[in-house]
Nanobody, 127 residues
Framework: QVQLVESGGGLVQAGGSLRLSCAASGRTFSTYAMGWFRQVLGKEREFVAA????????YTAELLRGRFTISRDNTENTAYLQMNSLKPDDTAVYYCAAAWVGDYYQILRTSSDYDNWGQGTQVTVSS
């Protein structure tokens, strides 16, 4: 198991940027595939982006490509989500998630693939 703590959320104007961080506990961070999801109250959790345990493969939801970028630093046990050109529709609670995988290049894109979740960080984009 790994414990995850998100940070970096907040209030930003449309067109602005935020970088979310997800700090993981433990010494085996590099064995976990990571993902970011978001959820608006009353709606289902939505996939945002995922990254392989090695960091060499990433996948971003099609509608968010070009604005959102996932990355990780295995030496710092941290995953990141860089969000640019933010829109009011990006307002949500953002969650990071982790799942142990044996494959260095595996990407996980559904919430049920993950068994470790952070508490979430609120992102609010004003118009």
């Amino acid at each position: 198991q790994v414990q995850l703590v998100e940070s970096g959320g907040g209030l930003v104007q449309a067109g602005g940027s935020l970088r979310l961080s997800c700090a993981a506990s433990g010494r085996t961070f590099s064995t976990y595939a990571m993902g970011w999801f978001r959820q608006v109250l009353g709606k289902e959790r939505e996939f945002v982006a995922a990254i392989s345990r090695s960091g060499s493969r990433t996948y971003t939801a099609e509608l968010l490509r070009g604005r959102f970028t996932i990355s990780r630093d295995n030496t710092e046990n941290t995953a990141y989500l860089q969000m640019n050109s933010l829109k009011p529709d990006d307002t949500a609670v953002y969650y990071c998630a982790a799942a142990w995988v044996g494959d260095y290049y595996q990407i996980l894109r559904t919430s049920s693939d993950y068994d470790n979740w952070g508490q979430g960080t609120q992102v609010t984009v004003s118009s």
